[in-house]
């Protein structure tokens, strides 16, 4: 399973280690805001295109080949950039990489499904998700050192590195998995089970997630400035939600296939942490940064690992990598409704608004189930309701 590992790790870090340090990049390719605005939403905007498209091929022809290729991909892409040494090749390289991503993304959350007996699940995708999240931890971080060091050109030389490293380990240890008999799909069965509850709910649960885990990142350090804290402050409030959230993964996983935690109810829990922690984000201070920190990454810590666990269990084998494919392509649109939804609130009110309209948001699908439950007891024990 390591080389699953290091392949998530490398999907995270490849997106944030450079995304973190393009804005002290001065080449003609990255004049402007606008023009860095694009090239940042370069590889995301593959991966909301592609990742379905890939999950539903690695369904077709097994997903090792897909993870394979598409690590293999990653690699040249950025090694593009890193012989070219050009600002033109750069948008090219990023497209590239976002392209690559799109299809080991999916195929190794598949293979963590496909490799390992529905009862340990949980243990799986929460060590998947950790190694992960300490790539988005590191990414900002060892990205900008190989910066400083020697440029982005070097940066991208240890993705390409890294990439083909990750794709040996690969071919050397992940077995072969075939694909498995599908019964025929019409778009209208596809359209159907996607908005099925039990993909539906998991899927919604981890862009709110994810949605939440971007707000984080991207606000609380504005709202720590506007309260007078340093960039050193800040910085360490959003190291500590990166690592809350790393550690928390495999933790819930083990609970989960334990029995000590179930999907209803740790999603349940992790929706409403998250909402807390974005309602914290308003209090003034260290206090209430830190503290949204800790209740954001713990939230979603919880959310990760139930959601694929979940989604996994409700999903016929030989459709693995179209519903973790289409699955991913829900957390993307979360990566970027959340900030878009907190922005947009802030343009009009205040940022701590815009808390409030996110926080709302989360709370929003656990309220309704509370309300459901609590409708079933009266209705099953009609005494109670006097």
């Known amino acids: 399973m390591a080389p699953l590992w290091a392949a998530g790790f490398t999907t995270a870090f490849g997106a944030h280690a450079v995304a973190a340090n393009l804005g002290g990049f001065s080449e003609d390719a990255v004049r402007s805001l606008l023009t860095l605005g694009v090239l940042l939403a370069l590889y995301d905007g593959a991966e909301v295109v592609l990742k379905p498209v890939f999950g539903a091929i690695a ?68 060590s998947y998700g950790f190694y992960k999240s300490i790539g988005y931890t590191l990414g900002p971080l060892l990205g900008g050192a190989i910066v400083w060091l020697g440029g982005l050109r070097l940066l991208f030389t240890v993705m390409a590195v890294l990439a083909m490293v990750v794709a040996a380990w690969a071919l050397a240890v992940v077995p072969a998995v075939p694909p498995l008999p599908r019964t025929r799909q019409t778009v209208f069965d596809l359209v159907r089970r996607v908005t099925d509850g039990p993909f539906l709910r998991p899927t919604a649960a981890l862009a709110g997630a994810t949605a939440a885990l971007s707000v984080g990142v991207g606000f609380l350090p504005v709202t720590g400035a506007a309260a007078g804290l340093g960039p050193v402050a800040t910085g360490a409030a959003v190291s500590v939600l990166a690592a809350t959230a790393a550690l928390v993964q495999p933790r ?30 308003t209090i003034p201070g260290l206090v209430g940064v830190l503290l949204a920190a800790v209740l954001i990454g713990v939230g979603t810590g919880l959310i990760t690992p139930l959601g694929f666990a979940a989604l996994a269990a409700s999903t016929p084998q030989a459709r693995l990598g179209q519903t973790m494919g289409t699955a991913e392509l829900g957390r993307e649109l979360g990566d970027a409704g959340g900030p878009l939804l907190v922005a947009g609130v802030a343009t009009v009110a205040t940022l701590g608004y815009g808390y409030a309209a996110l926080a709302i948001v989360l709370a929003v699908g656990p309220a309704v189930g509370l309300i459901r439950t609590s409708r079933r007891l009266l209705i099953s024990n009609p005494d109670r309701s006097g």
């Open 59 to 126: 369904d077709r022809i097994g997903a090792r080949p897909v993870l394979l290729g598409g690590l293999v991909g990653f690699a040249g892409a950025s090694a593009l950039y890193a012989v070219a040494d050009s600002p033109g090749w750069l948008w090219a390289a990023r497209l590239g990489q976002g392209a690559a991503a799109s299809a080991f993304s999916p195929s190794a959350s598949a293979l963590v499904a496909r490799l390992n007996p529905a009862a340990k699940h949980g243990r799986a995708f929460g």
């Open 252 to 281: 819930a996983g083990r609970a989960l296939d334990a029995g000590r935690l179930s999907i209803r109810t740790g999603i349940t829990t992790g929706l409403l942490l998250s909402a807390a922690g974005l309602a914290a984000a």
